[in-house]
């Protein structure tokens, strides 16, 4: 890694429910510890609905809620994460045209070694990977944190994007939204249904 590595402008890219099927496939094993049928479909449903598996109302009893967490930080789950193939796709004809700055992610930095190693699995680009300081708490700890460390970028692309009030930032502001929309609308935010219209947005 260069001594400064956010000298490079390009994309920057969020990791879960962005490239990886995070959200999902911890639906499925939700439900299927709950032996209830049809996984796949319920999970969708769910989330569909709710956007993340840990604002499901029936699964806030404290077993469940237990068990979302314990699937979160295992990094044996994480490591076997499906990436997202829409998302795989698309990020390797993007970074023909554009370089990938870093990808920013709220894991914390237990899990930088698993999360490089999934991104390096899959095919997708090498670049920095910072992960959420342990005191940055609030939800748009992301972009105050692109601003602070003027990472250059030509967009940032993330399912969950929260603007600050005072933002600063020249790039693009792609929301890519799977499942159901949780952030507050914004002016700066280009909600995109699918990758395509990422691509659409950037060439």
Same mark, same amino acid.
């Given at each position: 890694?260069?001594?400064?590595?956010?000298?490079?402008?390009?994309?920057?890219?969020?990791?879960?429910?962005?490239?990886?099927?995070?959200?999902?496939?911890? @639906?499925?094993?939700? !439900?299927?510890?709950?032996?209830?049928?049809? &996984?796949?479909?319920?999970? %969708?449903? $769910?989330?569909?609905?709710?956007?993340?598996?840990?604002?499901?109302?029936?699964?806030?009893?404290?077993?469940?809620?237990?068990?979302?967490?314990?699937?979160?930080?295992?990094?044996?789950?994480?490591?076997?994460?499906?990436?997202?193939?829409?998302?795989?796709?698309?990020?390797?004809?993007?970074?023909?045209?554009?370089?990938?700055?870093?990808?920013?992610?709220?894991?914390?930095?237990?899990?930088?070694?698993?999360?490089?190693?999934?991104?390096?699995?899959?095919?997708?680009? @090498?670049?920095?990977? !910072?992960?959420?300081?342990?005191?940055?708490? &609030?939800?748009?700890?992301? %972009?105050? $944190?692109?601003?602070?460390?003027?990472?250059?970028?030509?967009?940032?692309?993330?399912?969950?994007?929260?603007?600050?009030?005072?933002?600063?930032?020249?790039?693009?502001?792609?929301?890519?939204?799977?499942?159901?929309?949780?952030?507050?609308?914004?002016?700066?935010?280009?909600?995109?249904?699918?990758?395509?219209?990422?691509?659409?947005?950037?060439?």
């Amino acid at each position: 890694m260069p001594s400064n590595p956010f000298i490079t402008p390009g994309l920057i890219l969020d990791i879960d429910d962005t490239l990886c099927d995070t959200s999902l496939t911890c @639906a499925q094993a939700v !439900i299927s510890h709950l032996n209830t049928a049809a &996984a796949q479909t319920l999970a %969708l449903k $769910f989330l569909k609905v709710y956007g993340m598996p840990d604002l499901v109302p029936e699964w806030q009893s404290p077993p469940i809620r237990s068990l979302i967490m314990r699937l979160l930080t295992d990094k044996v789950f994480l490591a076997h994460l499906p990436p997202i193939l829409e998302a795989q796709r698309h990020i390797a004809l993007l970074n023909q045209t554009f370089p990938i700055a870093c990808y920013l992610t709220s894991r914390l930095s237990d899990f930088q070694t698993v999360t490089f190693k999934w991104l390096t699995q899959h095919g997708f680009p @090498a670049a920095p990977l !910072i992960c959420r300081p342990e005191k940055s708490l &609030a939800k748009d700890w992301k %972009l105050r $944190f692109i601003v602070d460390h003027k990472i250059m970028a030509t967009a940032y692309i993330d399912n969950e994007i929260y603007v600050p009030g005072n933002l600063d930032f020249g790039g693009k502001l792609l929301e890519i939204i799977r499942f159901t929309k949780l952030t507050p609308a914004h002016s700066k935010l280009t909600i995109c249904d699918d990758w395509e219209t990422v691509i659409k947005q950037l060439l």
